[in-house]
């Protein structure tokens, strides 16, 4: 059972930066295509930035395109969210989860939808003050 632990998270003012790490353990397969989503009160969970297994291959929301940036680390199963020029609507818990891949679909191809992915961290908050 793949278990993700997200850590980073905390309260930073507008304009500021935070970095989210999410650890992996237990893996299964050799190959994991990972994303981070995120649900801030009364709202739906959306797709925040996601990363094929390789690394080779990004997607980032429209509402974080060119703050927020996904990377991974294979070598030691972390991926990471570097979240720049925070706003207050980037407030929210922030949750990393893990497709398993077992077949080969490229070393660039992501997962964009919640229901994609088979394993989630418990979530870390993010709060950005004004």
């Known amino acids: 059972q793949v278990q993700l632990l997200e850590s980073g998270g905390g309260l930073e003012q507008a304009w500021g930066s935070l970095r989210l790490s999410c650890a992996s353990s237990?893996?299964?397969?050799?190959?994991?295509?990972m994303c981070w989503f995120r649900q801030a009160p009364g709202m739906e969970r959306e797709i925040v930035a996601a990363i094929s297994w390789s690394g080779a291959g990004t997607y980032s929301a429209d509402s974080v395109k060119g703050r927020f940036t996904i990377t991974t680390d294979n070598a030691k199963n972390t991926v990471f969210l570097q979240m720049n020029s925070l706003k207050p609507e980037d407030t929210a818990v922030y949750y990393c989860?893990?497709?398993?891949?077992?077949?080969?679909?490229?070393?660039?191809?992501?997962?964009?939808?919640?229901?994609?992915?088979?394993?989630w961290g418990q979530g870390t908050q993010v709060t950005v003050s004004s």
């Open positions: 989860a893990a497709k398993a891949i077992t077949y080969y679909s490229g070393t660039s191809y992501y997962y964009t939808r919640s229901s994609e992915y088979d394993y």
């Open positions: 237990g893996r299964t397969f050799s190959r994991y295509a």
